[in-house]
């Protein structure tokens, strides 16, 4: 071989060596490996972090998130399957990570997961004019005697001793008494009801149960009015629905021919009824059901096929209703 050939060969032994220290996994000795992560040449994703390897890189996800690395999700801590996040009361998911909160009257506790109520009556004595009592997650202001708490729920009033008071048992009220800050006394309603025009009787309205009503209802003057959707009549109760098949028979007297057709319109139109208004149309014991109302009697009496009544033997009459209850028809003893 030549001296020029020889000069060739080496030339080309050279330029691959200096090759080899470029690129990493050359297999040639003295090779020198690229960092694919500080050049920014890694397709890692952007929530995971490219950790290097002597012949390529690799990719993981950061902490909050899973995924193989070059895809990653953020893990929702406050999911069921993470128990709320460990967290008291509520959860706040956030990328890679979560928060607990509380609800109002509490704060976080030092370990970032538990609620601690809030003594609001230490800080000013939580606003009240008086006294403050501290309650879990709230607080309430209350005053001495022959004083009454305003409207705003924190200053007190001198209660005068002439003019009507709550106290008095004459203040005519139905429902809520107030006093005011002159003396007398204003009246207010529970939920659901509205002040009638005497400003001091009580009507229930359509937002409280629906009225009452099984279908529709309309507030009025005098109260709810109930109403029926179409194929359907309103019964006698005027609260319930039954079909109008149904109250064709009703209007007969209930011409029933067996004691199992009684039953079925008894159990239909106890469907929407509730021991709330009127007890339900029971004699003595009802009890709210996922159908609707029960009732049920003492013992020795009965109740009857109606679903509501109870009779039996008492004091040697038998069908006398029960004290208070309806009045027995005649001939019954």
Not at 201 to 229: A, F, I, K, R, V
Request: hydrophobic share 25%.
């Amino acid at each position: 071989m030549g001296a020029a050939a020889v000069r060739w060969h080496l030339c080309v032994l050279l330029a691959l060596g200096a090759h080899g220290r470029m690129v990493g996994g050359s297999g040639l000795p003295g090779a020198v490996d690229v960092d694919e992560c500080s050049e920014g040449t890694d397709d890692c994703h952007i929530d995971a972090i490219c950790q290097n390897t002597p012949k390529s890189y690799k990719c993981l996800c950061k902490p909050g998130y899973k995924g193989e690395g070059r895809q990653c999700e953020d893990i929702d801590e406050c999911e069921n399957d993470y128990y709320n996040g460990g967290c008291v009361h509520d959860c706040i998911n956030i990328p890679g990570n979560y928060r607990c909160t509380c609800f109002d009257g509490f704060m976080l506790a030092h370990d970032g997961h538990n609620c601690l109520d809030v003594d609001e009556c230490q800080d000013n004595n939580g606003g009240c004019q008086q006294i403050c009592v501290n309650a879990m997650g709230s607080y309430e202001c209350q005053c001495h005697s022959g004083f009454f708490l305003s409207d705003n729920q924190h200053t007190c009033i001198h209660r005068s001793n002439e003019g009507m008071n709550c106290m008095n048992k004459d203040h005519g009220c139905a429902h809520i008494c107030r006093e005011t800050p002159k003396g007398g006394v204003a009246c207010d309603c529970r939920p659901g009801f509205d002040l009638a025009q005497n400003q001091k009787d009580c009507t229930l309205t359509c937002n409280y149960g629906n009225g009452g009503c099984q279908h529709s209802c309309e507030d009025t003057d005098t109260g709810p009015m109930c109403g029926c959707h179409q194929k359907y009549a309103l019964h006698s109760d005027g609260r319930t629905c039954i079909e109008k098949d149904e109250a064709a028979i009703e209007r007969s007297q209930f011409n029933a021919t067996s004691v199992a057709d009684v039953d079925k319109r008894v159990k239909r139109r106890l469907l929407m009824e509730t021991c709330a208004v009127n007890n339900g149309g029971c004699d003595r014991t009802c009890k709210d059901t996922a159908t609707g109302v029960r009732c049920s009697c003492p013992v020795g009496f009965t109740l009857q096929p109606d679903g509501k009544t109870c009779k039996g033997q008492h004091m040697g009459c038998v069908g006398t209703a029960l004290p208070g209850a309806r009045r027995p028809t005649a001939g019954s003893c």
